[in-house]
């Protein structure tokens, strides 16, 4: 099979390379998007930090076995770390990958918000979108009763909230699961559910510091730019290999999100994001930037971002911040890793691949 499919992207090459010529020959001009830009390192003693998350999981027929690390890195002069991990199991259901990557995002927001609290930071390099994390829908959020909603908030909030203060890295939906399976008929969902609002807590919170934080991206499928099938990340990467920066756009939480957010509603919709792509060196990585906050008044916008891009360069390696590279080369968890959990563990029962 492996031969046949070599052969047909053989005979298929140059095929595909037209398409793909055809689809950016009819782009738009990007030029009247983009500022060129030579970046200078801002020298400047200033304390930078930055954090990221790993999953890794194992199924087994009856259960899933998963462990989550989470590492934030501060650089002050010399490198301080902040490390937190969990290993747990989780039925089988159908979330068991939304629950997953929210838990991940917990211990990632809990990280930032400790070393944010505890340590004089400028500025908080976080891995990904803050903006996306809003967008994306509530598991079960059209599926649970108003009335079970209520319930779960009126019992469970205000010790979600009073948790925040205590700086404590962990999950603290997973200690009211006994509490949730006696008030509850399916108390998985109800879980499920109140893992979402700790998630939008912390969210919250974290972005009340919200001009110390700078969410980056590596990849990014939006098209707000252009309005194209194209990402607007594709478009610029291929029409502006030098230094450089879009010119900035300023997204809604209330026109990107119809629905009411079931905690901090009034909050969260009131946050304007400040979204731009850059290259902080010549045929470096593109990446896409979000400051969850409209960055200045209009004369000022785009001074405020050159210093701001000027600042990240003198942490950057080949045009990537170095403490983001650092921390996910630290604390992803890889299947050597998870091979050894499992030793640990000692578990016998079948995965369902003995067969093959």
């Not at 937190?84 to 068991?96: C, I």
């Not at 939480?253 to 850059?278: L, Q």
Request: include cysteine.
């Amino acid at each position: 099979m492996l031969e046949s499919l070599l052969e047909l992207t053989l005979s298929k090459k140059q095929e595909l390379k037209e398409k793909l010529d055809e689809l950016y020959a009819n782009g738009p001009d990007t030029s009247k998007k983009w500022v060129n830009h030579s970046f200078t390192e801002n020298n400047r003693d200033i304390t930078l930090a930055a954090g990221d998350g790993s999953i890794n999981k194992k199924k087994f027929l009856s259960f899933i076995f998963y462990a989550i690390s989470a590492e934030t890195i501060i650089y002050r002069k010399k490198l301080q770390k902040i490390e937190s991990s969990t290993v747990d199991l989780l039925p089988h259901h159908r979330f068991v990958d939304d629950r997953l990557r929210n838990y991940m995002g917990l211990y990632e927001l809990k990280n930032a918000l400790k070393s944010l609290e505890e340590e004089s930071i400028d500025y908080y390099l976080f891995d990904g979108s803050i903006l996306g994390n809003l967008i994306r829908p509530i598991p079960l959020d059209k599926e649970l009763s108003g009335k079970t909603k209520d319930k779960i908030k009126s019992r469970y909030l205000s010790a979600l909230e009073s948790e925040l203060d205590s700086l404590e890295v962990s999950i603290k939906s997973s200690e009211f699961e006994e509490d949730l399976s006696k008030h509850f008929d399916n108390k998985t969902e109800a879980m499920i559910y109140l893992e979402n609002l700790e998630n939008l807590l912390v969210i919250s919170k974290l972005l009340k510091n919200g001009s110390k934080v700078v969410a980056i991206s590596k990849t990014s499928t939006n098209n707000e730019y252009f309005g194209l099938d194209i990402p607007d990340m594709a478009l610029f990467d291929r029409n502006h290999p030098k230094q450089g920066y879009s010119k900035p756009k300023f997204p809604k939480v209330s026109t990107k999100v119809k629905h009411d957010f079931p905690v901090k509603n009034e909050f969260f919709r009131g946050i304007t994001f400040t979204m731009f792509y850059a290259r902080l060196e010549d045929n470096g990585n593109l990446l896409k930037f979000e400051l969850p906050y409209k960055i200045g008044d209009e004369e000022k916008i785009e001074e405020k971002i050159v210093n701001l891009l000027n600042t990240i360069k003198s942490n950057c390696v080949e045009g990537y911040p170095y403490l983001l590279k650092k921390a996910h080369h630290d604390v992803i968890i890889k299947n050597r890793d998870m091979e050894r959990l499992l030793k640990i563990m000692g578990f016998l029962e079948k995965d369902g691949r003995e067969m093959l």
